[in-house]
């Protein structure tokens, strides 16, 4: 994804920021609020691969976010709550790209 959370890459190379945003379409259905419970990164798009890293776990804590120098972080709510916006920057995996 870029800046403004847009596109998507299908690879990150170290230090690279990730955008991510998880969001759902309402329609017609009373209004939801979006959680993210867990979100790994890995070499391949297969979140049971090896090496992996979780950088949501514990019902939505951002753990990457407890590092000493860690930038990741939640970006401030949108006035809509269909969604939920974070920063990641890549430097888990020291030879590859991820695969996302």
Known sequence: MTGNLKGSPNQYFLNDVI??????????HVPLRVYVDSCVATVAPDVNAV???????EYGCLIDAKLTGS???FLPPKM??????????HSSFSRTTVAW
């Open 51 to 57: 090496p992996r890293y979780a950088f949501i776990e």
């Open 80 to 89: 809509k709550q269909t969604g939920c916006d974070f920063v990641w920057r």
């Open 71 to 73: 930038q990741s972080h």
């Open 19 to 28: 955008n991510v945003e998880a969001s759902v379409i309402q329609f017609y």
